[in-house]
């Protein structure tokens, strides 16, 4: 049961109107003067808690800045940034008096269902009301009860249309990895099947939980199976934001660190669709929650539908960036226009899959991908690194934001229902539904990996799962009822416990599981010195440390890993490879300036097609942009270039490079097959000893 | 007379609610399912009108760089904004069919005066619903006619507080410009006095024009003379932005760009204070819009209270994120922290003013100039970069999102009043306006200055006087009435007029008036070769070229001009001197790691204190850091270092700075006076004859 109109507004509210209060009524003229201050105290009351946000932010800033300085590793900053959000939460639940002196609502008699326009006569004159929505009868006095914490509570649609996006775009964007490719298949296989898998088990044990609960009389309201399948999918999103925190801090693996990030971005996107479909999914006829397969399959048909919506719109969107950005190159001049541009299409995207019906956030998500693989190739320098900054900016903010917002709503949010024995059973529900899908999975996928994931990795993988800002969007969009209410408590106290427990406990299981971790964590100076180099080049050795890092290690043979670097292409699956050799010969032709020429890759009877979409600088540049055509941000190929000369030219040191192709004295061919294999992993051993010769500066300074 | 209730959001609903009409009454559940939809619906609505927008920006940015490509001059981008606009709003508005299937609002008689929250009792629902705003009885059914022109129209004061901020910040932290304070006596007069006589002279003008039309029967409601003077306050705020992109495309005057830059972003703020501190004149007793001593004083007591609070809260701000980037110097390490920090201290900056009852968009001026003045200089080359870029993408998105909103309402606000009378008069008040105070006080102020302000000059800031953003954001802030209907509309007119005919008459005006251009014009290769500069080492070309162009001017002399180069410190007046003196000697080694040691400049009887306030780094980096004390983001030393070195280490290059020092032979005194000197154009031919010899790469491309 649901809100009758869940007024979905794209861009709204912040904070919740409200704080007008009648009081003394006399003339006309005093009493509009007397509007106006309860007016302008209202706005003040906003300015005051949002201004309460920033200064929490501020805050976790400076503690986080403390914490990265010392290398504090057992609590991140979104750890930081709840317990800072609690005990703001606390003084205000607790510090600020409850106001009392609110009037009691005026109650005004409708037929048969609302509307969202009401127009009120008030002794001649006509004011204008819009729908808030629903409010239980029982509630009506506890809704007024306290003006700051009302003020300090958002519109939970806040949360989906405002503060995800940036959050979900920012991890398409960064998604640009080698490993993330290389296991593809797994990642997938994970969000699917896993997060299928996890909803299915965790809402039925549950629905075990709330029969308990019923039998031992702790249910005090109806709690039904498509509800626990809903909680199901709300807490299935994983986010190990913390772990891959520390794992990019300590080098951890790059396989375990590409299998968790890949999964937990796209769970994101499967959780939202998964519980779309659930809402969605509403038997006709007399018994509005029994199973019904015609509604079944319309669910199913609704999870299809919006993914694969939502997944051409984001890709579309994203290549028509590309598009606009291969035709315009000269926009290169105006790195403004470029980035702005860039922002623009990518927000676009949220609203055109909005505007169709589908999940904006998840075409964000492929939207963001498909930007990174194809339109920042297009890019110029600058423009690469103000999009990345800017959205790393948002990004932050938005995460941090929902974090201390969390710690706030556990003492703030007013419809809180904690029940023990739902809270226990969730705790084993999601434990039990995490091995289920981790271990199963793993076994299936080591039949067809040739490089298996060891026991060590499931295990660490078992233990990240961690839920986070997704879990909790998802639980606050809806807490009109009972069993919403009892589910977002629930869904909070998940959130607090795997983020403090396991992001604290990630160094000690990393330790205790034998997982390979880098030879040493960076100083100081050497974060500098590759913000510094980022900045002069346009390279952010930050990005993806874990790549670099893996080719030295792989030179080092340390162990039962070393034979990764013989990796060969056989190893991926068929399917992967004929997207690849497509996306190499005819895609990034088409969409950017890098790859073959496509009058190489197209068979000759489309010759003339060929010539036309051609750029006559893909046959300049072809040499020089060949092993440019990156599918990692930091190629080795970057860090050669950044020590290997000291001109560096505007237009992405493509001197350099050819400098050093010839160097290594090989010919280069046009065929996917060996950029293929160039990109797999097949040239490290090439890459690394050119890579230890000349990257040796950076890699000495520790 | 105003909306009784101006519901003065914070960040508020950007499209308004509505859409949702009651249609077909039956079951329970159906209508449940049928709400849904229509609210789905209504989602869908909003979400398309955003995009337009953003294709609209989409559209505007691709002509823009087309524009700049092809050095096209005549149609400024906010001027090509605004056309977009005008199209799109004529297909909204005869493109799409008027609903007409909207029901008779629902009316329910209330008391005496209307509550901001009404709950409504639906068949034992309760409904909360909260105030929009009164509506005047004729409208009722207008406001419902047409759903895509009310999805299309924006609350007021999404202007004001999402939209204004980031361009006024911007405004402020590029104020950071040498020959700004070189004028900053001139500026100050235009900005305030100016301000104050055009509002005046407009204010009472149009009052004549009023009579007038009430003589003729033209006037078909009130129209007091608050009213008019509020037009004069809305109608002053002046926003040459297209003329100053031209000036430095052009590298026109540097004094009379740093004259029409300065008065137009501290005209801003005048003018939103003054518009204020008019709308709080309400004299008391029967007669309420006679004169009214108390009232009045009353107003002009409100107008210094808040422009001096606003000041001091932006001031504050910035001396406050100084201090924390002061202190935290290994923030640096973190340029991301850095930049959230920035972002949220200067966005706090707008909620603090905003909950103290002060003006957030004045407070963010101030704050912005404060920043750049001191915080900027304490943060890493990357967070400058990083800061800048930030600001300038949220500039240009909001205010090229402001003029395509011009264009658009012009078709689609539906409450135009457009009178040819008041049009005609209100074009010749701010012709009479601006000649009154530009003329007038270039007069007096030419009394006072060494290097008078020529009469060409002050032609061409008469002819400068383009009306924009600002003046259209005041005049939408409140279009309840009349009254300020027709304001609107009329501001919307004079907006198009100024930023079309004056925008694309800038260069012939220029020449015709024989004001100084820069040699050349810089082709693609130069802008592209700066824009890498300025990504290679943090140093922005672009930022201020009229003063690095200046220099070669007084070397070559050309002219009257050319006894600038002479110009002294006798030429600023005391109380800037004073105040310089009292900023470098105190307040920069406070806040900043520039300037000379406290304990150098204060009393010895304040040594303990000195010694105390005095990090160890200040002694270190004297030498080095004190001529990087800049007002301006682009000294010459900086230029000389680009290209004076190859190797470009990470902080700010001090080592190339020491080198050039010690190759003039010049002893390095630590006294204001001498800082002074160089800061104002002393140092000219010295650092000219240094330019000169480094410089010339740069200027030798052409």
Redesign the interface.
Known sequence: M?L????????????R??????GE?SSS?M???A??K???E???Q???S??TF??L??LT??T??LF??RRVRFLHETGLAMIYGLIVGVILRYGSPSSSGHDK?????????????????????????????????GK?HN??QNDMLRKVTFDPEVFFNILLPPIIFHAGYSLKKRHFFRNLGSILAYAFLGTAVSCFIIGNLMYGVVKLMKLVGQLSDKFYYTDCLLFGAVISATDPVTVLAIFNELHADVDLYALLFGESVLNDAVAIVLSSSIVAY?PTGEN?HAFDAAAFFKSVGVFLGIFSGSFMMGAVTGVVTAL?SFL?T????????E???F???S??TF??A????FTGVVAVLFCGITQAHYTYNNL???SR??TK??F??LH??AENFIFSYMGLALFTFQKHIFSPIFIIGAFIAIFLGRAAHIYPLSFFLNLGRRHKISWNFQHMMMFSGLRGAMAFALAIRDTATYSHQMMFSTTLLIVFFTVWIIGGGTTPMLSWLNIRVGDHAPS?EE???S??L???V?VDPDQDPPPSNDSFQVLQGDGPDSERGNRTKQESAWLFRLWYSFDHNYLKPILTHSGPPLTTTLPSCCGLLARCLTTPQVYDNQEQLREEDSDFILNDGDLTLTYGD???T?NGSSGSRTATTSLDGRKTKSSSEEALEHDLGMGDNEVTSRGTRLVFPLEDNA
Chains 1, 2 share one sequence.
Request: aromatic share 10%; charged share 20%; net charge negative.
């Open positions: 649901q009758p109109v869940r007024s979905r507004l794209l861009l709204l509210l912040l904070l109107a409200s704080g007008l209060r009648a009524r003229a009493e509009e003067i509007t106006e309860e007016a302008e209202s706005h003040r906003d300015s005051v949002l201004l920033i200064l932010l501020t800033i400076l986080i800045w990265k300085h609502p005026f109650s005004c008699s409708q037929e048969d269902r609302p509307f969202t326009t009401l127009l009120v006569n008030v002794s001649g004159k006509f004011f204008e009301y819009t729908l808030k929505g629903e409010i239980s009868p009506i809704v007024e509403q509005t606009i315009f000269k926009l290169h001049c105006f790195p403004l226009l980035t702005a541009l922002f623009l299409m927000w676009s609203l055109l909005e505007a169709c019906g110029s320098v600058e690194s103000r900054q800017l790393e900016v932050f903010l100081v974060i500098n010195e913000r510094w980022y900045f002069r346009g000291t001109t560096i505007a």
